[in-house]
């Protein structure tokens, strides 16, 4: 019988479960290190793909177009970077986001962003056409291509796309990327969004679309340029058929509805008359001004800027301008060629308000942005007399008080002496306010300032809005001050309407992106710079200037009721300031460089001559 095996002793079971154990712990180490490697190296790959981060698309902020309106609303300058205008869901028609979910993503409220089996369906007639003609992508996917992507196609730009897009629609409710998605997407024309696009398109806002119209609009993403409506309606049509189809089929419509709305006619918008050369003066001092009241850039600020430009005056005043300097050309080249070519602006302030209705600053805007209605000072010339003699009447002097117009001789510091002259010479001798200031007397004018005094002027020309600097002499009887065409035609609607100042107005309200309103600073009421005694006299002394004074060329313009000429040394510029009963309106003419004009370019020959044409264009039968 064998002998039994002798029994495993206590010492040898330790050893070998110790044994067993390291084992089941090497194993382990090395299961958690393969673990770790493979985790490592997924967020390896993971972070070579370069995932954006997804905050930005929560908020969702794009740089968003500025508006221009004119007096009536309508839009008369763009200005973005991306032509964009944010609008809210509860902002667009109700069959807007429908029509684009329904030409893009069907199944957008059901798959979690990405629908798989679009994917598979693309795929198949991919395979079947033998070309990338279906793409497949969710309206999330766009999001995510539009904000996160670049615009490269390849198959890892598309599993980025996918995996943001998943990303995205855990973020985000379906609500809230569809916002974005109808405000971010390109629609052709340069316009970014459903609003910038039904203001292009049908010039109206998206919240304004007939079913029609938003149909269109939802077959434009799957080729802008292809279904542009401007130049391809008749793609679009077949193209707008679909997205009713589609429509009706996921029941957002009926199909009669769908009939209904493709056989509605389509009315695109016009892209206007306009042209740079029309508007261009206005638009660029509402512009400098909108910038001052922002403090940031107009392109992506989103802001609406109403402004008080009328269109038709607009127009008129260009038109006149251009007119009025061919007309000074064939002059001067009548009596003996031109030397340059001369410039001129226009400005129309509604009087009761300020309000600016018009302003040209030159004949191009194109060709010489510079400003020379409100950002040229040139002096004033005899246009700035009849606030000596306000002065005069507020001291106690009246239209028929007496004043002498002989030749006169001004001995100055150092001896140096001035004789100013009449025009032509000639003088009139003892005469009247009135008539001193109908026919533009220096001699007369320069002895009322004399007994009126420098200092009393200021006054007043302060009060009337004249900012620039004020000579302390007697050379300011003829207009040596420099001033801006803006500014001397909102000085004299003193005298055109209530004796109050206020300052002009270009704009009459900014609202920002955000729904602020910004108005720009202004006196509710002017301030009180005649009082009732003087307005009637100085009204019946520039009545005078046109009746039969230097300004009489206007005299046969209905309305008119008065007016100054002004001419600086050597004819370097001419000026008229007039009023009818509704605007104040102010004319220069000059040459850039500051040349004489010509003997023939006065204020009486070059300026009122323009300022006529104006406000007969203008006058209402």
């Not at 709305?261 to 001092?285: C, H, M, Q």
Request: aromatic share 8%; charged share 20%.
């Amino acid at each position: 019988m064998p002998s039994p095996k002798p029994a495993t002793t206590g010492p040898v079971r330790v050893r070998r479960r110790v044994y067993g154990e390291r084992h089941i712990a090497l194993f382990l180490i090395l299961v958690c290190l393969l673990q770790t490697a493979f985790l490592g190296g997924l967020l390896t790959f993971y972070l070579s793909l370069g995932i954006p981060d997804l905050r930005s698309v929560a908020r969702y902020q794009p740089p968003q177009a500025s508006y221009i309106y004119d007096r009536h609303g309508q839009v008369v300058e763009r200005i973005f970077q991306e032509h964009r205008r944010v609008v809210p869901l509860k902002g667009m028609a109700a069959h807007l986001p429908q029509a684009f979910i329904a030409a893009e993503d069907g199944r957008f409220f059901e798959h979690p962003g990405l629908d798989l089996l679009s994917v598979l369906r693309a795929a198949v007639n991919n395979f079947r056409d033998g070309a990338k003609s279906q793409g497949g992508s969710t309206i999330t996917q766009q999001v995510a291509k539009a904000l996160l992507l670049s615009p490269e196609k390849s198959y890892l730009r598309k599993f980025k796309e996918a995996i943001l897009a998943y990303r995205i629609d855990r973020l985000l409710s379906k609500e809230e990327i569809l916002y974005i998605y109808l405000n971010e997407i390109y629609l052709g024309e340069g316009t970014y969004g459903v609003e910038a696009a039904s203001q292009v398109y049908f010039g109206k806002s998206a919240a304004s679309l007939t079913l029609a119209e938003a149909a269109l609009l939802a077959g434009l993403p799957q080729a802008p340029s292809r279904y542009a409506l401007f130049s391809h309606l008749d793609r679009a049509v077949e193209r707008q058929k679909y997205v009713l189809n589609r429509m009706a089929a996921d029941g957002h419509i009926t199909p009669q509805a769908a009939q209904r709305a493709f056989a509605e006619k389509i009315r695109l918008n016009s892209r206007g008359t306009a042209t740079v050369d029309d508007y261009g003066y206005y638009l660029a001092a509402v512009k400098r001004e909108a910038r001052a009241m922002l403090n940031r850039p107009l392109q992506s600020a989103g802001a609406s800027i109403y402004s008080h430009l009328d269109p038709l005056a607009q127009q008129q005043a260009g038109a006149a301008v251009r007119r009025g300097v061919q007309a000074s050309l064939g002059r001067q080249s009548v009596r003996g060629g031109v030397k340059a070519t001369p410039e001129a602006a226009l400005v129309c302030i509604e009087t009761a308000s300020a309000r600016v209705r018009a302003m040209s600053g030159g004949t191009s805007f194109a060709k010489t942005p510079f400003d020379r209605a409100s950002q040229a000072r040139r002096p004033a010339g005899s246009t700035f007399k009849p606030f000596v003699y306000a002065t005069a009447l507020q001291i106690g002097w009246q239209p028929q008080s007496a004043i002498d117009d002989s030749p006169i001789t001004i001995t100055g510091r150092g001896g140096k002496v001035w004789r100013p002259k009449n025009y032509g010479n000639r003088y009139h001798g003892s005469t009247t306010l009135a008539e001193a200031l109908a026919h533009s007397l220096n001699g007369a004018t320069v002895r009322l300032l004399q007994q009126v005094g420098y200092r009393e002027v200021h006054q007043l020309a302060r009060r009337a809005g004249f900012s620039g600097t004020l000579p302390p002499d007697l050379s300011l009887a003829l207009g040596s001050a420099d001033v801006s065409l803006l500014e001397m035609a909102a000085a004299y609607t003193i005298f055109a309407g209530d004796g109050r100042y206020r300052p002009p107005v270009l704009i009459d309200r900014l609202v920002t992106a955000e729904g602020q309103t910004l108005q720009p600073g202004r006196q509710s009421g002017g301030e009180k710079v005649l009082d009732q005694a003087v307005l009637r006299g100085m009204q019946g002394m520039l009545a005078g200037v046109v009746s039969g004074g230097t300004g009489r060329v206007v005299a046969d313009v209905p309305g008119v009721r008065g007016g100054k000429t002004g001419t600086s040394d050597d004819n370097r510029d001419a000026w008229f300031i007039g009023y009818d009963q509704r605007h104040t309106v102010g004319v220069w003419v000059g040459n850039d460089q500051n040349q004489p004009l010509g003997d023939s370019e006065s204020g009486g020959g070059a300026a009122a001559p323009i300022w006529r044409d104006f406000l007969l264009a203008i006058r209402t039968p």
